[in-house]
């Protein structure tokens, strides 16, 4: 899941920082 | 909420409720070329507005309930269709036959040109008019957003059963509320507008692709991410 990483955090959590 | 006695289906206020508030556009000063600006403007626009979508979606119930991996292949493949549902509906009745992005985000035909979005122009306003004539209501506008997300044929399926009682939940909510109407005709019609939907998310989505790897248009890396998942 390497490729879709931001997809995949967005889901997993809705506190963590993402990088966009 | 129902005009003719109440609905025992529940899914259809709680959409209305959770639909995210439109955002504005944030003008790009990175260029003096204005077709240049209107472009970065709108995928921008396009990239905080699918960070929305993501948060949306999750709110849609069942949604959270299916596993990781096909709320992802759900969302990598219909997540256009979902934001474009939203756009032709704010475009309905706009002057000049504007597309509306966002209420300081308007395009006329001729800028859609000028910034190398002529073909989205043209799809866009035949969706658009298409919701015109249907007289959409709000009900309906966010039950189709959710059922474009659910019905997206994403494939492989992990779990097709749990995508199969979403989608069937989705659209057990939409004959309940067409039936309370009194106008149960209406949820064939919505459900077969969802092809040109598609067909018009797909020519999007090549448009934004072309720009980018074509025209060298910068995008965001959620955008960019989404639209290779494509």
């Known amino acids: ?20 | 909420y129902s005009p003719c006695g109440g609905t025992r289906n529940k899914v259809i206020p709680h959409l209305l409720l959770t639909e995210p508030a439109p955002l504005a556009a944030n003008q790009d000063e990175s260029t003096n070329d204005s077709s240049l600006r209107t472009l970065l403007t709108l995928c921008d626009l396009l990239n905080r507005e699918l960070l929305v979508l993501i948060g949306w979606a999750k709110q849609i119930p069942g949604f959270s309930g299916l596993s990781l991996v096909d709320q992802m292949s759900l969302l990598q493949s219909g997540w256009m269709e979902a934001l474009l549902v939203g756009v032709a509906w704010r475009s309905q009745g706009a002057a000049r036959e504007e597309l509306v992005f966002a209420r300081n985000l308007r395009l006329d035909e001729g800028q859609c040109q000028a910034a190398g979005l002529a073909d989205l122009y043209e799809v866009l306003r035949h969706l658009t008019a298409k919701y015109e004539v249907m007289k959409l209501s709000p009900e309906e506008v966010v039950t189709l957003k959710a059922m474009a997300l659910a019905n997206s044929d994403a494939d492989p399926v992990d779990c097709p059963d749990s995508v199969q009682r979403f989608q069937d939940e989705l659209h057990e909510a939409l004959q309940e509320y067409e039936s309370s109407r009194r106008e149960q005709q209406r949820a064939g019609r919505l459900l077969m507008s969802l092809p040109l939907l598609r067909q018009t998310a797909d020519r999007a989505v090549q448009t934004f692709l072309r720009l980018h790897h074509h025209h060298r248009v910068p995008l965001h890396k959620l955008l960019l991410e989404m639209l290779d998942a494509k």
Not at chain 1, 2 to 10: G, P, S, T
């Open chain 1, 1 to 20: 899941k390497e490729k879709h990483k931001i997809l995949h955090q967005l889901l997993q959590s809705s506190t963590s920082p993402v990088d966009l």
